[in-house]
């Protein structure tokens, strides 16, 4: 299994709304992410997991709550937000492996695009 | 500073073309890795291609081969003969040092054409 699966494929929410993204892999990997993607502009990493300890916050605002309950979930739970952050917003994984030649290429799920009224 | 430079913004070619998308890396370390994902309209990114800076050794894939040069941080990469289904917007991307769990830096993005 190469697949990293978020639900939901969409979202649309108000601004005093309390949602979830989540986020899944099988692949044994033990570093997740999550990143924000708004149009015509390349990914911007928000959250780092690694060993499911959270391990880089890229100066988020805390309407944004990360969570990783096991080693193949991740969560973003979501509270108060603002139209400006509607975006796609994309999980990812890797190895977490140490050493030279050790890529860790990050594997993308489909992501969620998130509509904020 | 890191950053990765996409000067192409968009590339329109006719099927059967080939077409190189460049990509110029800034880093002063030592150790980075080097990628080139694919995302089409449907949004997911799609990884292609990889290299690390002690292995210039370039290689071809199927339709797919890359150029990496450290002399002129550079990592193009191309695909022979188009089709439709490559349209796609392409991002290089690099990754600083050893350990997972650190960011990808992207560059802008490539946005590739491609007509039948």
New interface residues.
């Given amino acids: 299994d190469t697949e990293v699966t978020q639900t939901p494929k969409h979202l649309v929410m108000g601004m005093t709304n309390k949602k979830s993204l989540k986020c899944e892999q099988h692949m044994g990997h ?2 997740m992410y999550w990143y924000k993607q708004k149009a ?4 911007e ?1 928000m959250f ?3 060993y499911e300890k959270l ?2 916050n ?1 100066s988020v605002p805390s309407r944004f709550s990360p969570e990783c309950p096991n080693s193949s979930l991740l969560n973003l739970h979501l509270h108060a937000l603002q139209p400006e952050d509607s975006a ?1 917003y ?1 999980c ?1 994984s ?18 969620t ?1 998130l509509t904020v009224l | 500073a890191q950053k990765v430079t996409q000067a192409q913004t968009e590339i329109s070619v006719v099927e059967k073309e080939d077409v190189t998308l460049d990509c110029v890396y800034e880093t002063r370390d030592t150790t980075y890795y080097l990628f080139w994902y694919k995302q089409p309209p449907s949004g997911e990114l799609v990884f292609l291609i990889r290299r690390n800076s002690f292995d210039e050794q370039n290689e071809i894939s199927g339709r797919y081969s890359w150029n990496f040069q450290k002399s002129t941080s550079s990592f193009n990469f191309t695909i022979t003969a188009s089709q439709v289904v490559d349209s796609a917007v392409y991002f290089c991307a690099l990754r600083l040092g050893d350990q997972a769990g650190t960011a990808l830096i992207f560059g802008k993005g490539t946005t590739l054409s491609v007509s039948s």
């Fill in positions: 033990r570093a015509k502009k390349p990914p990493l780092v997991y690694s391990s880089i890229e796609l994309l990812a890797s190895q977490n492996f140490y050493g030279v030649g050790s890529y860790n290429e990050q594997f993308f799920g489909p992501g695009r």
